[in-house]
T-cell receptor, first 114, second 116 residues
């Protein structure tokens, strides 16, 4: 069964450093998403992406964040200058269509900012 | 704004017992409702979803959920719990939020412990 994959599974970085989290969505899916879950808190929507542009972003998704689909298979989340409060589990998801289509989630990348 | 409340942070049941996990939502129109399960170190796996039609939906692993519009609820049930069901369960509501796409809003999750 096709699945969303994410790399790395765990990333440790120093505050102020840039990190790139990578995702490979399911191959025929057209809509892509990033969510995050700070330890002990809810899973929160960050951004959705379609047709090579951001469809929607939350207020969390400030100028420090960016997303890109650099090729036909990868979908990346970049944090330019990490802060301690960026430490969280980051989930990538994809869906075939919108509205009624199910979002399929990857296993997540745990980001630890020291 | 859409929101989801899962009133129970942690539930413990005995193997073989029945299970009901509560979920209440707030959404201005007809919601799309989901239950996801997360095992340790794993991603979020979809258990079931409700979009329209029959208010009782069946999912994987023997789970079902009932949409009750009058109570704004979407509770998850299983008649007989197995030890492998121990995990964290998330209820989510989706819907159009003004853009050309839609986002999921999650509850805080309910951690299920199963005693032998």
């Amino acid at each position: 069964e096709p699945e969303v994959t994410q790399t790395p599974s765990h990333q440790v970085t120093q505050m102020g450093q840039e990190v790139i989290l990578r995702c490979v969505p399911i191959s025929n899916h057209l809509y892509f998403y990033w969510y995050r879950q700070i330890l002990g808190q809810k899973v929160e929507f960050l951004v959705s992406f379609y047709n090579n542009e951001i469809s929607e972003k939350s207020e969390i998704f400030d100028d420090q964040f960016s997303v890109e689909r650099p090729d036909g298979s990868n979908f990346t989340l970049k944090i330019r200058s990490t802060k301690l409060e960026d430490s969280a589990m980051y989930f990538c998801a994809s869906s075939e269509g919108r509205y009624t289509d199910t979002q399929y989630f990857g296993p997540g990348t745990r980001l630890t900012v020291l | 704004a859409q929101s989801v409340t899962q009133p129970d942070i942690h539930i413990t049941v005995s193997e073989g017992a029945s299970l009901e996990l509560r979920c209440n939502y707030s959404y201005g129109a007809t919601p799309y409702l989901f239950w996801y399960v997360q095992s340790p170190g794993q991603g979020l796996q979809l258990l079931l979803k409700y979009f329209s039609g029959d208010t009782l939906v069946q999912g994987i692993k023997g789970f079902e959920a009932e949409f009750k519009r009058s109570q704004s609820s979407f509770n998850l049930r299983k008649p007989s719990v197995h030890w492998s069901d121990a995990a964290e369960y998330f209820c989510a509501v989706g819907g159009r939020s003004g853009g050309s796409n839609y986002k999921l809003t999650f509850g805080k999750g309910t951690l299920l412990t199963v005693n032998p």
